[in-house]
Structures are given as C-alpha cells and as structure tokens.
C-alpha cells in the first residue's frame, strides 16, 4: 500500500513538474522586445462590449477577457490564460494515458511531446486557438471514458466542451463532421441508442442557443467573415503544405506521432479505439477540401500523441538506451528548432538568419509571399509606438466629447486602446467587430485618424474640405513592424457635415458585412 501511494505521489509530482514547465516556457520563450500580438488587442477589447456574439469570433472569449480585465489586464494576465489552457490540455493528455493504463514513462513522453512542439507557440498568444485544442482533447477523453464504462455522465462532460467548444470557435464543427461518420460505422455506434446522447444533444443546443439566436438575428455573421477569409487569405493555402504542417507541427515529437498514428491503424489493443483514427483521417479530409489553415487541425493531435506514448513506453519496455535517445531527440532538436517554433529571436537575429527561416516557410505570410519577418512576428511590433503618438493628438484636443478616433484596422484600435495612458480612449475602426462601437451621440468636431502603412492618399486631400486644420502628428518608424509607416492625422474644426458622413460610411460598411 506505501509503495502504491509512494508511485502516485511520484506521479502527481511528475505531472506538476510538468504543468509549472509548461506554463514558464510559455513566459520565458518569447523574446521582450515584441508586444502584443494584433489578434490579443481585438479579443481583449471584447471585454468592454460584452455579448452573445460578434463578427470575429464568437462570445467565450470576451468573458477570458473579461476575467483578464477583472485581475488588472495586465500582459502577465494576457499570457498566462492561454499558458494555463495549454497546462490543463497536458492535464486531459495524461488522463488520456491514465486510462490507457500507460505507466509513468508514458505519461512522460506525451508531456514532453506537447511541449516540445508547435502547441507550446499556441499558447504564448491569447487567440481561441488553445481553447480551442483543449475542447478537442477533453471531448476524446470523455468519449473514451463513456465507451469504456458507459456512464452518463460521461456523455454530458463531453456535451459541455463541445457547446464552450462552438462557443469559443466554430472550428469544433468540422471534428463533428469527422466523429459521426466514426462512431457510425463502429460497434460504437450503441450510443445513438442512448437516450442521454439525446439529453447531451440538448444541453449543447441549450448552451450555443444564446449565440445562434445572436447569429440569426445578425443576418449569420459567420458566413461573411468565412468569405472574407477564403477569399483574402484561404485562398493561397496550398493542400499539400497543409498536410506537411501536419508532420511540422511536431517534427520534434515525430516518433510520438507515428506510434501514435501506426498503433492506432495496426496495434491489436488499440483496435477498439479505431474510431480515432477514422474521425483524424476524416476531420483532415474535410479540412483539406476547404483549403483551411494547417493548424486548424491541431486539436486532433494530442490524443494521437497520447496513444504513441503508451504504445512505445510498451515497446521500449526496460530498453533504457532507446528510452533515453527519444527524450534526447525530443528535447534536443526542439531547443535546436527553437528559433523558428517560438518568437526566441529578435528581429535582428531573424534577419541574419535569414535563409534558415525561408527553408522552413516561415517567412510566408497569409498573402501567399515571403516577407523579412514570420507574420505573427510583424503583427507584435511598433503597437506602444503608435499609441503614443495617438496620445500626442489626444492631448492637443480640448473638447474630447467632440472627438472621434478613427484607426485603419482593428490591429491599430485595439492597440491603441490598450496601450493608451488615457482610459477610454476608445479608438473604433471600420475593420471587424470595431463597424459596430462607435458612439456618435455627439456631433464630431475633431477627428484622429490612424492611416494605414500603404496610405495613397498622404496630403489627406479627401479630408481637406472638411476640416479647417489638418496635421501629420507622427508615423509608425519601428523597423520590420507590419505597421510601419502608418500614420497619425490630428484633423480640426470638422464640417457639420462629417458626422452625416461617418454615419453613412458606418451603415454602407455593416451592409457590405
């Protein structure tokens, strides 16, 4: 009896290790000179207009953002949210290998496989994506768990991360699509003859109600931002690098991965379990014939990865030298591999690796080119910059109730918001969910404009006729900012026509979304 409570301990003691480690990399691996990333501004002003939906996403995460405003939303509370889901999603990892009755060895090589792999870049940024992975995670678990012991409740954990699962990202959909099918053509499918996989139904139906309702009543949103993205950026992803992303995601943690697919497909203890397998093959189909991003599909692979370890913590049983050259991989080409999975380089360094990085694809942007920096990189620079400039132009206006701040994008208003010195500065964009937080109760009498980084019109010729004043406060000067060059316009004494204007270009814009 001691010695089995001795080896919980000892497990326990493992996995805390793990979960502390998890979240200081997710810390200490992001080099300081970039800022917040342009996606973290926008889903941290949600905060400020809480509601059942919006245009980008949908509502889970405004009340993350919510709950990050309520503990100072500070950069340390930004983080550490997405760091903590990462942690837990290691937590429902090794649960998965707990009930494979993998040993310690095993529950070991799946946290240094999640680790040691693109998950850990997912969660240094505060996007649904990690969320997002943990709800995938967690819905294989408690399927495992009802399929093995038939309980209820097991059916209603599950229900619950697939209705926060869509309430954090629609992205859930397509792994349904990939389950039905699965459990349909296996012995599983004694599920549709439980009448709780109807009452679980319903209480997802109960839990996404508040936002298809919000949805319908907003002409389904979601379908527009779907176009935009397959025509802007869906568009230059290419079928092959997405099954390549596939295998690059966890080149370290390759040995895991093909255990975990190969045991799945031909390991006889495993046969029962085929119906993971069938949903990973179907759910990346699905996705490739939507031409969606690569890493969409992060979500299917902890499960595989947990398989993988089981099996190879069998198969290397006491092989110790072999056990020892797999961690030794693991983590030895990660930390080599780590310039280009985390943001560990300045954008310096980046450039005098320049080479390295175009071999990998790193430098390809959503645009289809190649760039001198990765995309997310651009996207965390030159933001305090340009708030401060914006606070120069705020501080020059003298009736603030009068002034409208107007950004080119939702990258820019939210930063500005964010890292303004002056509270509820409340800059607004015509760009996302920005279209619908104006407040133009007040007729505008002063006008900040934030241009964009290509701005075709610099003498501000189209605005001249409406203000009486108009000066150039500052430019965006951080090097390899994706915003750089985007200016600050500081435009005096509007028409009483310009409100009518913005009004117009308001409405004009929600009809085009």
């Not at 009930?99 to 870049?121: P, T, W």
């Not at 319908?216 to 390549?244: S, Y």
Request: glycine share 4%; charged share 20%.
């Amino acid at each position: 009896m001691k010695d089995k409570n001795l080896s919980r301990l000892t497990e326990y003691a493992y996995l805390v290790f793990f979960l502390i480690l998890k979240v200081v990399l997710s810390f200490v691996l992001v080099n300081s000179v970039y800022e917040l990333h342009r996606d973290e501004f926008l889903h941290l002003d949600q905060a400020n207009h809480l509601a059942a939906g919006f245009t980008s996403v949908p509502p889970l995460t405004s009340l993350f953002s919510w709950l990050i405003k309520a503990f100072g939303n500070g950069v340390f509370m930004v983080k550490l949210v997405p760091a903590l889901i990462g942690a837990i999603t290691i937590l429902y990892c090794w649960k998965i290998v707990d009930f494979l009755k993998g040993n310690l060895l095993a529950k070991c090589l799946v946290a240094v496989a999640c680790i040691c792999s693109s998950l850990l870049r997912l969660n240094t940024l505060y996007q649904p994506n990690s969320f997002d992975v943990l709800a995938w995670t967690a819905i294989f678990y408690y399927l495992l768990k009802y399929f093995d012991k038939n309980e209820a409740k097991y059916l209603y954990a599950f229900a619950i991360f697939v209705g926060f699962g869509f309430l954090n990202k629609y992205n859930i959909l397509f792994l349904i699509i990939g389950l039905l099918p699965a459990v349909m053509i296996t012995p599983n499918r004694k599920i549709f003859a439980d009448k709780h996989l109807y009452l679980a139904v319903l209480l997802v139906i109960i839990i996404i109600s508040p936002n298809v309702i919000w949805q319908i009543n907003h002409h389904f949103p979601v379908l527009t931002h779907m176009k935009a993205l397959q025509t802007t950026q869906l568009v230059h992803v290419n079928r092959t690098d997405f099954f390549i992303g596939q295998f690059l995601f966890f080149i370290s943690s390759i040995f895991v991965l093909l255990a975990g697919i190969g045991s799945l497909i031909f390991y006889k203890d495993f046969r029962k379990y085929n119906w993971i397998i069938i949903t990973y093959l179907i759910t990346l189909i699905v996705f490739s014939y939507f031409k969606a991003k690569d890493y969409y599909a992060l979500g299917l692979y902890p499960i595989v990865l947990a398989f993988g370890a089981v099996y190879l913590s069998r198969v290397l049983a006491k092989i110790y030298i072999l056990t020892g050259l797999l961690f030794a991989f693991n983590i030895g080409s990660f930390i080599y591999l780590l310039p280009l999975l985390m943001p560990f380089y300045s954008p310096d360094e980046i450039i005098a690796h320049h080479k390295r990085f175009e071999r990998v694809g790193a430098l390809r942007w959503e645009d289809g080119k190649n760039h001198q920096l990765p995309q997310d990189y651009a996207d965390m620079q030159g933001w305090k910059e340009l708030a401060a400039i914006v606070d120069v132009a705020y501080g020059k206006v003298k009736d603030k109730s009068t002034l409208l701040i107007r950004a080119d994008n939702y990258g820019q208003a939210g930063a500005i918001n964010y890292y303004s010195k002056y509270k509820n500065i409340n800059a607004v964009s015509y760009n996302a969910d920005y279209l619908y937080w104006f407040k133009m109760d007040k007729p505008i009498k002063s006008l900040i404009m934030v241009t964009g980084w290509r701005d075709e019109d610099p003498q501000r010729k189209r605005e001249q006729p409406y203000f009486a004043k108009i000066t150039k406060i500052g430019e965006i000067k951080t090097p390899y900012a994706r915003e750089e060059g985007a200016g600050v316009f500081l435009l005096e004494d509007a028409k009483p026509e310009v409100s009518s204007i913005i009004k117009s270009e308001i409405e004009e814009e929600k009809n085009d979304h």
